[in-house]
């Protein structure tokens, strides 16, 4: 405060001064001028000693601040360095140093804790694989699991170092979390009540209790929970954790039920579609019947899982898809589809991409049931360069003999001219967009009806107003000539139409060889009504010279794989899909053949995959595989960004594992049952490639001496452990045998019951009243309980071992 009154005081004195100087006083001018000048001089001295002292004060003051903050960094940096030492040694957080040979040159005490004393000089992958995996990859931020315990590491790159914390703990919560997320299962029963039509209601009623005892007893494995909605459909809940179980047992129920149909000689299977997502039940549930619709489309005999961030996964699909369905569904949706026509404004009808003459007679059928009823309502798009030489050679003569039918063929661009919101497209023979014969057409689409008979997979249109897909068919033809009847009286098909259709149904079939049915031969019976001609048929699908030497060609290079397998592969642009299909038929005449794949390249960019079978091989799971799919005894695949020589080592890779390799063989030990291999815990012989295969699918271990040592410890264990059971149950059956259990029931005026006593009454009565507990699936009536008296009643205990007890049924 004194530095600023010193400094105004010199201020003051030097304004003084200045008046002095300047203004004139009555004195002297020696005496004015010497004062004025002392005056001045002593007000500038005093000014500059002012702003001395105060500048020197100032730097004084902030030495003085430096000197305090020194002070006190010096005291802080004691206990800093202590908790340095502390970070660094003592916390829970490891440290990891690396040198430029990725050799680890320093380790806290924590790093040393968790890698051992040993792993300073080793080299990062010695410690954990998972490091310079994730940091080779550019990962700077990941999860490593050592031993029993999880660790997040962060790798610095400037540093070459890396720091971790255990998460153990986190991790298990987030893995509980994960294995508790709820799965929603809709199981549906196959043709149970076609199949079951036939027999007699104790037999019905008794093949039906087979299947839902089955699976009950395969969702009570699993600590699921299941509920009966009809006789053939039931809804499971289980854990994740659960369905993963499921998932690595490859879902064994559908073995289990194909066993229970062969026995009794009927075609039941069962369609399980599964979701487990972390989202709102109401959701879980829609995806759960997606999924089973998705596996009925499919063929049934399957199961389709719908698991978040997951790609859609199939089990089963093992045998070929059955009719499921009776002229009462034929005849709703044939109306449904005509309901929809009424309310189009027009009616656009296309098919797939290189159109066969399957979809080239599908859509002229289609046309000319709208015609019957709304003449000129509907067109076909077609586009002359993207059918195949077939198609185009019929459709000349077609178009030549019928030229009013010209009139209703229209491009792709004069199509999507014709389109608005209210028009209908029909999509026949394909339900995949990727390979729609419009796309112009597809994209702009708001009303679309499929009807194919090809499996569905996940990229299929659901959003589609109607979708009519039954894989039992041997093609699109069978479908719709079905649908005729039903759809309109009036429908008029030429002989020559006729005979498109004919032509479609023999593609499709390789010459009613494959997928055929019943209801084929019914639908080639009648377009021969219709007037199809079988020999002029014959004469359209005969191969000109040039295609056949392109046949013959590629079948020269033909090579056969495990002694089963045909393959040709073709490094050549072969842009007709139906020749490969051809070539692929060809090769499976050979004798012994059970598949045959052609090989070649569809454009510079795609190969393609054609594949036939025989009943043996499911061709459809196995182009699946590589995206594409089909029917169990014919499919095919597009792949794009690969070549022909690695689509082929793919292919034989998947049958390898499969069916077996190199002829060699290996003994096993199976850990479940295998169709036609053997049962549990047998020892088998099987080529080595089949062996592998069953030992990375859990299925089976190599029989090694350790394994064969811990099988015969594990029958000898299970001997005694049947031997104790035996005698426990001999002991339980005396006892019951000596009991006997009271039911009160309710009689009406008229002496009756109200009801019949069940199995569930007796054994809570049974367990009220003697303290032993019995299984109600195991206990059996003779008869039905509906009056007051004595019954008997039998437990089946174990194997022949069966216990018998008197029901009393008295009045309340």
Not at 262 to 280: F, P, R
Not at 374 to 400: E, G, P
Request: hydrophobic content about 40%.
């Amino acid at each position: 405060m004194k530095r600023w009154i010193y400094l105004g005081f010199s201020i003051l004195f030097m304004i003084g001064s200045l008046i002095f100087f300047f203004v004139e006083i009555d004195i002297t001018l020696a005496i004015e001028d010497t004062l004025a000048f002392i005056s001045l001089f002593v007000g500038f001295a005093l000014l500059a000693s002012s702003i001395v002292i105060i500048t020197i004060y100032s730097k004084q003051q902030q030495i003085n601040n430096l000197q305090n903050r020194l002070k006190a960094w010096t005291q802080l940096s004691y206990h800093v360095s202590q908790v340095g030492d502390e970070l660094f040694n003592e916390l829970p957080v490891g440290v990891l140093v690396f040198g430029e040979d990725e050799d680890v040159k320093w380790a806290n005490n924590f790093a040393v804790g968790v890698f051992g004393q040993s792993s300073i000089g080793k080299h990062m992958s010695d410690i954990s694989e998972e490091i310079p995996a994730n940091i080779h990859e550019g990962i700077h931020n990941f999860t490593i699991t050592v031993g029993k315990e999880k660790y997040d590491i962060i790798y610095n790159k400037e540093l070459n170092s890396a720091y971790f914390f255990n998460v153990t703990k986190r991790e298990e919560i987030i893995e509980k979390y994960h294995n508790r997320i709820p799965a929603v299962g809709l199981i549906y029963l196959d043709n149970l009540d076609e199949a079951l039509a036939g027999l007699d209601v104790s037999e019905q009623s008794t093949i039906k209790g087979e299947y839902l005892g089955i699976i009950a007893d395969w969702v009570s494995e699993y600590d699921g929970f299941l509920k009966t909605f009809s006789d053939e459909r039931l809804v499971m809940n289980v854990y994740r954790e659960n369905l993963d179980r499921m998932i690595q047992d490859n879902f064994t129920i559908l073995e289990k039920i194909r066993d229970v149909s062969q026995l009794h000689n009927v075609k039941v299977t069962v369609s399980i579609g599964i979701a487990s997502w972390d989202v709102e039940y109401e959701l879980i549930g829609s995806y759960a019947q997606s999924a089973v619709e998705l596996a009925e489309r499919r063929g049934g005999d399957q199961v389709v899982v719908n698991i978040q961030h997951q790609k859609i996964a199939y089990f089963g699909a093992k045998q070929d898809a059955s009719a499921t369905h009776s002229k009462v569904n034929t005849r709703v949706n044939a109306q449904t589809l005509k309901e929809l026509v009424d309310k189009a404004s027009n009616v656009l009808i296309m098919s797939h991409i290189q159109t066969d003459t399957d979809a080239f007679g599908s859509m002229i059928a289609m046309l000319q049931m709208i015609r019957s009823h709304a003449l000129d309502k509907a067109k076909i798009v077609f586009d002359i360069d993207r059918v195949d030489a077939t198609v185009n050679k019929v459709s000349q003569i077609l178009t030549s003999e019928e030229p009013d039918l010209y009139e209703y063929l229209v491009t792709s661009q004069e199509a999507a001219r014709m389109m608005n919101d209210n028009t209908l497209v029909i999509i026949l023979d394909t339900q995949s967009p990727k390979i729609v014969s419009s796309p112009e057409v597809y994209e702009k689409a708001k009303n679309i009806a499929v009807i194919d008979h090809h499996r569905s997979s996940a990229d299929a249109p659901f959003d589609a107003v109607f979708s009519y897909v039954e894989s039992y068919a041997s093609s699109t033809i069978e479908l719709l000539v079905e649908l005729i009847p039903f759809y309109s009286r009036d429908v008029l098909i030429t002989p020559l139409e006729a005979s498109v259709m004919y032509a479609g149904l023999v593609v499709d079939t390789n010459n009613f060889l494959n997928r055929i049915g019943t209801r084929t031969f019914e639908v080639a019976s009648t377009l021969r009504e219709y007037g199809a001609d079988p020999s002029e048929v014959n004469l359209w699908l005969r191969k000109d010279k040039k295609r056949l030497m392109e046949i013959n060609k590629i079948i020269g290079k033909v090579e056969v794989f495990l002694d089963r397998f045909a393959f040709s592969v073709c490094d050549e642009i072969y842009s007709d899909r139906v020749l490969l299909a051809q070539v692929a038929d060809e090769m499976l005449q050979i004798d012994g053949i059970d598949a045959a794949f052609t090989i070649t390249y569809l454009d510079k960019e795609t190969v393609g995959v054609s594949a036939r079978s025989i009943q043996h091989v499911n061709v459809q799971v196995l182009m699946e595989e590589i995206g594409g799919g089909g029917h169990l005894t014919g499919a095919a695949a597009q792949i794009k960004g690969t070549s022909v020589h690695e689509v082929y080592l793919n292919i034989k890779h998947l049958l390898d594992l499969e069916y077996g390799g190199d002829g060699e063989e290996m003994e096993i030990i199976l850990l479940e049952d295998v169709k036609n291999r053997g049962k549990a815990d047998e020892v088998i012989t099987v080529a080595s490639g089949y062996g592998n295969y069953l030992i990375k699918n859990k299925k089976a271990v190599i029989a090694n001496e350790e394994n064969l040592a811990k099988l015969n410890q594990k029958l000898e264990d299970q001997m005694k452990r049947e031997q104790q059971h035996l005698e426990v149950m001999k002991q339980l059956k005396k006892e019951i045998d000596s009991k006997s259990v009271t039911v009160s029931v309710q009689i009406g005026h008229d002496g009756k019951m109200f009801g019949a006593v069940t199995t569930k009454q007796i054994v809570e009565a049974f367990e009220l009243q003697n303290q032993i507990v019995l299984d109600r699936k195991k206990v059996q009536l003779v008869g039905e309980v509906n009056s007051v008296g004595i019954y008997t009643a039998t437990v089946n205990l174990y194997k022949d071992i069966e216990a018998s007890f008197d029901v009393h049924v008295v009045e309340k």
